[in-house]
């Protein structure tokens, strides 16, 4: 009789551990699910806008001072950093006029188009490639598809202003445009096709360059040799170390909740924790679609 009790009690607290680690993991998980839906159709479209108009500005001042990037390399001879802007690219028909950072991979391509870094700067002779998202963080090149041949793209660098005509958009299967003549200049934009959010393939308009081309320096990147998270449809490389690092946290503020709900009460609970559990759920919805394929 004298050991029924303790026993009793123990089960009783371990019973009670395990609802409050269950309960904490499934309010974590409620968490991840919304805030993966706040960021994909409404977080994302702010962030994106708010890093275009930091860009812009950035660009602007070294458009006017003439420090603007004109190659894979700055001023002292290093590779640009990844996120570096280096164009404005403007499509009328679509209404579309977005800032170009320097790389391709999925962390760049939140914040707007990127410049594939083994290919020349825009306006000048060979072939450059930008790669723009479809849907989520403002989906700037979701309208690709729906150009058609004599369409004009202008593109503004450190060089100046180039124009280019549109040839023809492809996907999958369709046969590609003659190789670009020595001397010329041509634009390939790629996005992603299929469903929103849902990408099935990848969508290329090609642009041929129809001003004179800039003076194009000697490549540093060479063709294929860039990492396979800057190709199109690519995820990032590595383990997701801040992505863990936020799980623990909103795992931990989970657990935590829910102890207090019985130990304080559900007023202030609620009080207390939900905006440290949204805002952590935020940071782990953020770092997630980072690791979506880049073209999404």
Do not use: C
Not at 93 to 113: A, N
Not at 265 to 291: C, D, K, M, N, S
Request: glycine fraction near 12%; aromatic fraction near 4%; proline fraction near 7%.
């Amino acid at each position: 009789m004298t050991l029924a009790v303790p026993l009793t009690l123990t089960r009783v607290r371990s019973v009670t551990v395990v609802r409050h680690l269950a309960r904490g993991g499934l309010l974590s998980l409620a968490a991840l699910l919304l805030g993966i839906t706040a960021q994909l159709l409404l977080v994302s479209g702010i962030q994106e806008r708010s890093a275009q108009h930091s860009a812009f500005d950035e660009l602007r001042g070294q458009l006017a001072l003439g420090t603007a990037p004109v190659a894979q390399t700055d001023q002292q001879g290093r590779l640009l950093a990844p996120g570096t802007p280096v164009a404005i690219v403007d499509i009328p028909r679509l209404g579309t006029t977005q800032v170009v950072l320097e790389g391709t991979d999925s962390s760049v391509l939140t914040d707007g188009p990127g410049h594939r870094r083994d290919t020349p700067m825009p306006g000048q002779a060979g072939t450059s490639v930008l790669m723009g998202r479809a849907a989520a963080y403002g989906g700037p090149f979701r309208g690709l598809g729906s150009l058609s041949s004599g369409d004009r793209i202008t593109v503004v660098t450190g060089q100046g202003k180039a124009t280019y005509q549109v040839l023809d958009v492809r996907r999958a299967g369709d046969p590609a445009p003659a190789p670009v003549a020595a001397g010329k200049g041509r634009l390939v934009l790629v996005t992603a096709t299929g469903a929103r959010f849902v990408p099935a393939g990848v969508l290329r308009v090609d642009a041929d360059l129809v001003s004179a081309p800039f003076q194009t320096p000697a490549a540093v990147i060479r063709t294929g040799t860039l990492p396979g998270s800057e190709e199109p449809l690519a995820g990032p490389s590595g383990v997701p170390w801040p992505l863990v690092m936020w799980l623990q946290a909103l795992l931990l503020a989970a657990v935590a909740a829910v102890w207090t709900w019985h130990r304080w009460g559900r007023h202030q609970t609620w009080i207390v924790f939900a905006p440290l559990v949204a805002v952590l759920g935020l940071q782990v919805a953020t770092r997630t679609t980072e690791l979506l394929p880049n073209l999404l």
